[in-house]
């Protein structure tokens, strides 16, 4: 009688392979731009010399015109964004991500292409103004943002950014026309902000109605409410009731005599110094410290956190009506820093726009900063093509804002996940 030899079963580790998830989302964006360089720059090829200003006649280092041929230059830089579409190509057959350092060179390749054939024959490009009109036109965007990144990362969805910038332009012109002081404007833009928080978080937390709804439903309230006061009150006797202090010039020494970006980083009022030390601390805050801990872990998993002690729904309150005290503050922008006074509907859509940033921006308080610079650049651009006498259509370039954001909420330049509880209010069992 035979004995059959034990099995001894094999000890060796088994070892998981990754399945290889290839995504073409990075190299279809810019194959998309590429085309349309060819497009552009060889289907109407335009021929002359385009001309670039680096300094201003204030400016104390001064740095000389940069001159170029046009349709040389078109040729050049559809070649160079060619080639880096073909490694980004290569990138995702290889299973690996196009940097993001790579997409930012080409971004600024196209860019200057396009400045280049848009003022070839004409006025010579403000560089500096256009960076700097892009700054100004940011503030705002980033700042809602801002709000947008706190409120949603908490996991609830923020469209109120709209209402929370008028009421903040509203309150701070009339608060600061009254008082004559432009920081007790500020604080108050802050105040109006917060209060408008308050009413989407009561709503949607405590009485569990769909956030979406209650954010729409008070931007029509806090637009037909500005509006109706600005009527009623402030155009009746706007020198009293509408005539703000603006924001003072505050230029940093040194810093703000660094050709180019001196005067469009380092010569500013106070609230762009707010605003970078608003991104810096929402950065931080989310990511180094307890708070932003706390923050995404009830709009990641609010069970999880509930079973640990921290208060879901307390803490999603404080936070919303903290995203509305910084969205509030970039609608002070538009009264004491840019236009001067309140006017109806003066936010323009620019809630919306920087709701965009914040999922083009994946919920990432830099990210979406430098989606705002996105928007705040391609709405700038319209006005300085006009400066120049461009022959490129304003309606065209009315509506390029509008048509980035379509493509960053579609999701061209890559998959955005929301946090996982965005949106889902919290019933405690």
């Not at 060179?105 to 256009?130: E, I």
């Not at 180094?288 to 729904?313: M, Q, Y």
């Amino acid at each position: 009688m035979s004995t059959a030899a034990p099995v001894i079963p094999d000890s060796s580790p088994i070892v998981l392979e990754k399945a290889e998830v290839r995504s073409w989302k990075a190299p279809i964006a810019l194959a998309v731009f590429v085309v349309i360089s060819i497009v552009l720059f060889f289907g109407f090829a335009r021929h002359g010399q385009s001309t670039f200003r680096f300094s201003e006649s204030s400016d104390a280092i001064k740095l000389p015109n940069l001159t170029v041929d046009t349709f040389t230059t078109t040729t050049v830089v559809t070649i160079l964004l060619l080639l880096i579409t073909a490694y980004s190509a290569w990138l995702s057959w290889k299973v690996r991500k196009t940097p993001i350092w790579l997409v930012i060179v080409f971004a600024l390749l196209f860019m200057f292409a396009f400045l280049a054939w848009a003022g070839s024959g004409q006025l010579p490009v403000p560089v500096t103004g256009l960076l700097l009109g892009t700054i100004s036109l940011s503030v705002p965007l980033v700042f809602g943002a801002l709000g947008g990144v706190i409120s949603e990362r908490g996991g609830v969805v923020n469209v109120a950014i709209e209402g929370q910038l008028l009421a903040g332009a509203f309150v701070s012109a009339m608060t600061a026309t009254i008082t004559g002081s432009w920081l007790v404007g500020l604080f108050a833009a802050m105040v109006a902000g917060v209060l408008v928080s308050f009413v989407l978080a009561a709503f949607s937390i405590k009485y569990l109605v769909d956030q979406v709804i209650v954010g729409v439903v008070l931007n029509v309230l806090v637009t037909g409410l500005t509006s109706f006061l600005y009527s009623a009150v402030l155009a009746g006797d706007p020198q009293v009731l509408n005539h703000p202090p603006r924001l003072p010039d505050w230029p940093i020494p040194i810093l703000s005599d660094i050709p180019i970006i001196g005067k469009v980083l380092f010569d500013q009022t106070i609230i762009e110094y707010l605003m970078y030390i608003a991104i810096f601390l929402v950065w931080f805050g989310l990511f180094k410290t307890r708070w932003g801990l706390r923050l995404r872990s009830v709009g990641e998993h609010p069970e999880a956190a509930d079973t640990v002690g921290i208060n879901v729904n307390g803490t999603r309150f404080w936070n919303v009506s903290l995203a509305g005290a910084v969205a509030g503050l970039g609608g002070a922008y538009f009264t004491l820093g840019s236009v001067g006074a309140f006017s109806k509907e003066m936010t323009a859509g620019q809630g919306f726009i920087a709701l965009a940033a914040v999922i083009f921006g994946r919920w990432d308080p830099i990210r979406a900063t430098l989606a705002a610079l996105l928007f705040g650049f391609a709405t700038n651009l319209q006005n300085v093509l006009g400066i120049i006498g461009s022959p490129v259509p304003s309606e065209f370039m009315l509506m390029l804002p509008y048509v980035v954001t379509i493509f960053a909420v579609a999701g061209l330049v890559g998959v955005s996940r929301a946090p996982a509880a965005d949106g889902k209010p919290y019933i405690k069992s």
